[in-house]
């Protein structure tokens, strides 16, 4: 049989979006590797993803329709036919909707596809049907609008700049595992002599390619940065120049906030001595163009939009905006390059619903009423594992009142509780557009396999279900292609001069940035805004994060082997993964008399979960750090991580605050 290549691209929530090469036989894809011209991937995969086909084709991949046949959570099914599903799930829904308003029923979605056809694809279906929406911040809202405070709408410095740095910061970020192209090219800088410095709270292995590391304490860089610009400004390491052409309130900051902010202070809360900080500060200012990357590990606090808000501030300082090579990178904003509105058709809504936080979910099974949640659709996401309060989720998924529709590749905890299972397509089997959220490319995919099993992709899920409600706009039958092609054939000043026949063919195309972005900032006094009166706090200061009341910060941060909850389902990953771990410094461990390689409890408020114990220097004390969201069929005990995290909010943006959690540990 003859092997035909075909161009697709990486769909998960990953700011490198590579382009893919998909070898197929006989409508099965048997081998996925990089795009050798894709100008980001280069050619080589990340280590979950070089092996995909085995995902594809995974034997744990849904079938058909199931329905259920036991108690909640048992995964017990029968399958049934698509035509059944179908009838069932409407007229639920439509006595649901005639007996409590359609407001009783959610749809909850996040990231397990990024294509923005597929990924949006249940909008334009719940804003016709008048349900309660849903408030997608579980990610990095909390980052966003730091970066939004101060910058506005100015995109996200080029990734490739790094290049001409002589300075790379990776402050809150595993790069290693979360943004491994990215590394290309500070392995490159680096090479061409720039140092590199990590920011972390534990040794990750992103710290391997670091000149220096920093560790410092759960949710308190604001109290870094601050101290830094102090030091900055005291020692006249301040770009004047910059400040008085292209920022708006370096006074009023000083006034206020700096200059009654002590190194002493950063110190007592950092962890780092005040010494240390300084000569940051130092090294920081005489660099040539220092290039910040900016993670979202440190937004996920109750301080975490301040924090980072705080640490945006630093380049506008020192004027590294104006040197090439230099600036800060939290994300690159791509949104524009396509009417995002034409997908999810807001207007379809006949009077504006009600809004729920989707990191409150617990919340909102468990105790929302007027009306309640009566029914859930969960679609491309895995609440049971990835959502905070995973006792609070679970004990709402139990409700035998609740009617659960999982759409789903597999058999996931969240699917465990489903009345309904739909089986979904991967993203080899239906078409998209990407977008890049850590660098500038757009990419076109078509399917390069027929659909496995009777799977269908969201898209076609939702056309089916207007049907099935009587929806008439002709918007539910269009295509994903026609929607692509609609949505192509609309102006944006972003996609101007692309290639368009290149996109059309499956390669990856890069927009145009405006080649003065770095100095025309788009807010609304053209300039860098430190003082911001548009914001509810005008100035950036420090802002404490949780105290909890457990002697242990929990970071529960991504690892290689996973993506969230993604790629459980692959037995390599997993084994090389090791099992579900706490890791601990060994001098704590000592002190409770806890042993490596014995199962410990870890404990909170809201919940217990089982571990087995790793202890590491890499770790400090009072940190313990439990990498990757497991299934629950693949855990030590009878919960994952998430148990542990709480529904809190950050400071601003709505977003999660997986970081900013105590816990004690014991043995099990
Ligand atoms: N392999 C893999 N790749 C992924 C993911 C995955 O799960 N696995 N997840 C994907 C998703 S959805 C996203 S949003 C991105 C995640 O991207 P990020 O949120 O940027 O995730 P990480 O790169 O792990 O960065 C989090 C880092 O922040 C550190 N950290 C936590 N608290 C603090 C703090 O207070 N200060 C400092 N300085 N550091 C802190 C953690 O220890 C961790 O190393 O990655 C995406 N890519
Ligand atoms: N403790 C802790 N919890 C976290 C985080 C953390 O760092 N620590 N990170 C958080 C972050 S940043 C995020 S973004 C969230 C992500 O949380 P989720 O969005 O839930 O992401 P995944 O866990 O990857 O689950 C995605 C699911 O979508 C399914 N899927 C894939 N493609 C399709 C498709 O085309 N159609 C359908 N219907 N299904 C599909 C996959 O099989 C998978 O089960 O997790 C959050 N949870
Ligand atoms: S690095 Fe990220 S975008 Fe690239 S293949 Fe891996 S998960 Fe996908
Ligand atoms: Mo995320």
């Known amino acids: 049989m003859a092997t035909e290549v075909k161009r697709s691209v990486c769909p998960y929530d990953c700011p490198d979006t590579c382009g893919?090469?998909?070898?197929?036989?006989?409508?099965?894809?048997?081998?996925?590797?990089?795009?050798?011209?894709?100008?980001?991937?280069?050619?080589?995969l990340c280590n979950k993803m070089n092996r995909y086909a085995d995902t594809v084709h995974s034997p744990g991949r849904l079938k058909t329709p199931l329905l259920r046949t036991g108690p909640k959570g048992t995964a017990q099914f029968r399958p049934i036919s698509w035509e059944e599903a179908l009838a069932r799930i409407s007229t639920r829904w439509k006595q649901i909707v005639a007996d409590s308003g359609a407001e009783a029923i959610l749809p909850y979605s996040y990231a397990g596809t990024m294509g923005l056809v597929q990924r949006n694809a249940g909008h334009p279906f719940f804003h016709r049907l008048g349900a309660s929406r849903l408030d997608r911040t579980i990610c990095s809202p909390a980052k966003d609008a730091g970066w939004k405070a101060l910058m506005g709408e100015t995109p996200g410095l080029h990734p490739d700049e790094v290049l001409e740095s002589d300075l790379v910061i990776l402050w809150g970020i595993n790069a290693a595992a979360t943004n491994v192209h990215f590394l290309h090219n500070v392995r490159e800088a680096k090479r061409r002599g720039a140092k590199v410095w990590v920011i972390d709270t534990y040794e990750t292995p992103t710290a391997e390619i670091g000149d220096r590391l920093f560790l410092v304490s759960p949710g308190s860089d604001g109290a870094l940065a601050l101290a830094m610009m102090r030091s900055l400004a005291a020692e006249n390491l301040v770009d004047r120049n910059f400040l008085a052409n292209h920022v708006q309130g370096f006074e009023e900051f000083w006034n206020e906030v700096l200059s009654g902010f002590s190194l002493e202070e950063a110190a007592r809360l950092t962890g780092l001595s005040a010494k240390t900080i300084r000569q940051m500060a130092l090294d920081y200012g005489k660099a040539r163009a220092p290039f910040i990357r900016l993670g979202s590990g440190l937004s996920r606090y109750t301080n975490g939009a301040m924090?980072?808000?705080?640490?945006?501030?630093?380049?506008?300082?020192?004027?590294?905006?104006?040197?090439?090579?230099?600036?800060?990178?939290?994300?690159?904003?791509?949104?524009?390059?396509?009417?995002?509105g034409e997908i999810t058709r807001e207007d379809f809504m006949a009077a504006p619903?009600?809004?729920?936080?989707?990191?409150?979910l617990g919340l909102a099974l468990t105790q929302?009423?007027?009306?309640?949640?009566?029914?859930?659709?969960?679609?491309?996401?895995?609440?049971?594992?990835?959502?905070?309060?995973?006792n609070q989720v679970l004990k709402g998924l139990s409700r035998e009142d609740l009617f659960?529709?999982?759409?789903?590749?597999?058999?996931?905890?969240?699917?465990?509780?489903?009345d309904i299972v739909l089986p979904a397509t991967s993203s080899l089997e239906h078409s998209d557009l990407y977008r890049a959220y850590g660098t500038y490319c757009i990419q076109r995919a078509r399917p390069a396999i027929p659909p496995v099993g009777e799977s269908k992709s969201n898209r076609e899920v939702f056309g089916l279900l207007a049907e099935a409600m009587g929806f008439s706009d002709p918007f539910f039958r269009q295509s994903a292609d026609e929607l692509i092609e609609h949505l192509l054939s609309l102006p944006a000043s972003l996609r101007n001069g692309i290639d368009r026949s290149a996109l059309d063919?499956?390669?990856?195309?890069?927009?145009?940035?405006?080649?003065?972005?770095?100095?025309?900032?788009?807010?609304?006094?053209?300039?860098?805004?430190?003082?911001?009166?548009?914001?509810?706090?005008?100035?950036?200061?420090?802002?404490?994060?949780n105290e909890g009341g457990f002697p242990f910060r929990l970071m529960t941060a991504p690892n290689r082997y996973c993506l969230n909850s993604s790629f459980r389902e692959r037995d390599d990953l997993r084994q090389r993964d090791g099992a579900m771990y706490l890791r601990m410094n060994p001098t704590d461990a000592k002190a409770?008399?806890?042993?490596?390689?014995?199962?410990?409890?870890?404990?909170?408020d809201l919940g217990e979960v089982t571990f087995l114990?790793?202890?590491?220097?890499?770790?400090?004390?009072s940190v313990v750090v439990a990498e990757g969201i497991w299934w629950l069929a693949h855990c030590p005990g009878d919960r994952s991580v998430n148990a542990l995290t709480s529904q809190r909010l950050t400071d601003d943006g709505g977003g999660s605050t997986f970081y900013d959690n105590t816990v004690d540990v014991r043995r099990a």
């Open 613 to 621: 114990l790793r202890l590491t220097a890499k770790v400090p004390q």
């Open 368 to 390: 929302m009423d007027n009306p309640p949640v009566l029914s859930l659709y969960v679609y491309h996401s895995n609440p049971a594992a990835v959502a905070p309060d995973q």
């Open 505 to 545: 063919s499956g390669k990856a195309v890069e927009l145009a940035i405006a080649s003065d972005y770095k100095i025309r900032f788009l807010t609304e006094s053209g300039r860098i805004e430190l003082l911001n009166p548009r914001v509810r706090e005008n100035l950036p200061r420090y802002l404490p994060r």
């Open 307 to 340: 924090t980072c808000r705080t640490i945006v501030c630093l380049p506008a300082l020192v004027g590294a905006w104006a040197k090439k090579g230099g600036g800060l990178l939290a994300g690159t904003s791509s949104g524009g390059a396509f009417s995002i």
């Open 404 to 418: 659960t529709v999982v759409h789903e590749r597999f058999l996931t905890d969240t699917a465990a509780y489903a």
């Open 20 to 44: 893919l090469l998909v070898e197929v036989v006989d409508g099965r894809a048997v081998k996925v590797g990089g795009d050798p011209e894709h100008p980001f991937t280069r050619g080589f």
């Open 353 to 360: 619903t009600r809004i729920i936080n989707m990191n409150q």
């Open 592 to 604: 409770k008399g806890l042993h490596d390689g014995e199962r410990v409890a870890a404990f909170n």
